[in-house]
């Protein structure tokens, strides 16, 4: 197992070289939301905000982060060289699956190499989700059917040679680039230890975040997991409708669950779970709540009412959580009190139009 000081300096060292991308990679605000806590009965809960991060979501950091690194790979170059106009070289494709923002990602790494992107769509994907990875100069290939079917037809793609395939999901344990993916995801753990400690703050007892196929709650869970303070609940959220973490960790493999999966939370509407994620999720003793739709629409709101960031479903899925649990008196059998501090992850800005 990495220790922290490992995990912190790889972090850090991913910053910086997205930070010489662009100054949109600088550290997201830690938001002090205190008229929430008092709401919900808390000591405290604190918003990580990446809606301020780069392309407006944490994704920027692990899908463009790993699809540089594999060009570099491939190229047998580092990021620093291959970005480098003097060293520029002929490269391929990358290709990926996505519900918007793994795709924008992945796209806006290809344009900053100088070579070409296709993001393979479900036929759900809102217009405007779409229109963002094209202006990033990317191909759309519109796939019927659920985000797994658009992974399927991409992990085709790939095999068939038509590029690197940059995917944030794998049923192989090892896969680099989902493990780059992942580590590029570190850096929000990373800023939100120097966060807190900055502004004085106690350490967080509980962390609420959202689960499409596990990446992000994998990586919160290693970077914050043992600097936690106790009882350091890791609980993952998810949609009732796409609920592949706790489906994997029920049935102790990797499912893939029936459905449409159609839910409010867009970018949570995942059918099966990354195997890597699911890995460490399961030795961090992580637990699942589950969210209705109703809960998960009202959470923007909510946060918004008690001055926090304007975010989606998606975006505000952590809150969803906290909701359901209040609302449904389950607070006890997670170990919340008044005293417990809460952490959330605002994955994504609302959207524009």
């Known amino acids: 197992m990495t220790s922290d000081p490992d995990t912190l300096t790889a972090a850090d060292d991913i910053a910086k070289q997205l930070s010489a991308l662009s100054p949109a990679y600088a550290p997201t605000p830690l938001l002090d939301l205190r008229s929430l806590a008092t709401r919900l009965g808390v000591a405290q809960i604190l918003a990580k905000d990446e809606g301020r991060r780069m ?3 944490f994704k920027s950091l692990g899908g463009t982060y790993a699809g540089l690194r594999a060009l570099a790979r491939f190229a047998g170059k580092d990021i620093a060289q291959l970005l480098d106009p003097v060293n520029r070289t002929h490269l391929p494709a990358l290709i990926c699956a996505s519900d918007g923002n793994h795709g924008l990602a992945v796209a806006s790494a290809a344009r900053f190499a100088g070579t070409s992107a296709r993001i393979f769509l479900h036929s759900r994907v809102p217009a405007i989700r779409a229109q963002r990875i094209a202006m990033q100069g990317a191909e759309i290939v519109w796939i019927d059917g659920t985000y797994d079917d658009a992974v399927d037809a991409a992990a085709k793609a790939g095999r068939a040679g038509a590029g690197i395939l940059i995917a944030d999901t794998t049923d192989a344990p090892d896969d680099p680039v ?3 993916v992942m580590a590029g995801y570190g850096v929000v753990a990373a800023e939100t230890r120097r966060q807190v400690a900055a502004a004085g703050h106690q350490r967080p007892t509980h962390i609420f975040v959202q689960a499409g196929v596990g990446g992000l709650a994998c990586a919160m869970g290693e970077g914050l997991r043992t600097w936690m303070a106790p ?6 959220v998810e949609p ?9 960790l029920e049935q102790d493999r990797i499912v893939r669950i029936p459905g449409d999966l159609e839910t409010a939370a867009e970018m949570l509407s995942c059918g099966e779970a990354s195997a890597p994620a699911m890995a460490v999720l399961r030795r961090l ?3 699942v709540v589950t969210v209705d739709e109703g809960t998960l629409e009202q959470a923007p709101d909510v946060m918004r009412e008690h001055d926090g960031p304007a975010s989606t479903p998606s975006g505000a899925a952590g809150l969803a959580g906290l909701l359901r649990l209040v609302a449904d008196g389950g607070t006890a059998g997670f170990g ?12 994504e800005a609302a959207l524009d139009g």
């Not at 009882?231 to 993952?236: D, M, S």
């Open 285 to 287: 003793g992580a637990r």
């Open 240 to 248: 009732e409708k796409s609920a592949c973490v706790a489906a994997a």
């Open 336 to 347: 919340l009190d008044a005293s417990s501090r809460i952490l959330i992850v605002v994955t």
């Open 178 to 180: 989902v493990a780059d």
């Open 55 to 57: 392309l407006g979501s």
């Open 231 to 236: 009882p350091a609940g890791l609980i993952v």
